[in-house]
């Protein structure tokens, strides 16, 4: 006889891939620091107000003087479009690749230790 299909509710909670399932990540530790969650959050945020400053403003992008109309484009020359998400994936592939030390097993490095 071929196995009963159907599940009871239990069986289907158990299956569930919801964060407080069975099948959720067993990380039992401290991924990032407060440390590096802190920087990363600070790059993130300048490379946004880097991307909006190159959209709207022709001068003083670092508000080295009060903002004047002189400051701000007459016509906004591209779009808020991906700069969230290309910065964001950049910050934690870059994390990854330090972390893993990638680059130098991609390309067949050995590292070199320098003693002081």
Not at 68 to 85: F, P, V
Request: with cysteine.
């Amino acid at each position: 006889m071929a196995p009963s299909v159907e599940k009871t509710g239990e069986e289907l909670s158990a299956l569930s891939i919801s964060p407080f399932g069975t099948a959720r990540a067993t990380v039992n530790e401290t991924v990032l620091s407060d440390d590096e969650v802190r920087k990363m959050t600070d790059y993130f945020h300048a490379t946004l107000y880097l991307c909006l400053g190159m959209i709207y403003l022709k001068e003083n992008p670092l508000l080295r003087e009060s903002l004047a109309n002189e400051h701000i484009k007459r016509r906004l020359l591209g779009h808020w479009g991906s700069d969230a998400g290309q910065s964001f994936t950049y910050i934690h592939m870059n994390r990854l690749i330090k972390k893993y030390d990638i680059v130098s097993q991609a390309w067949g490095i050995t590292p070199t230790i320098q003693t002081l």
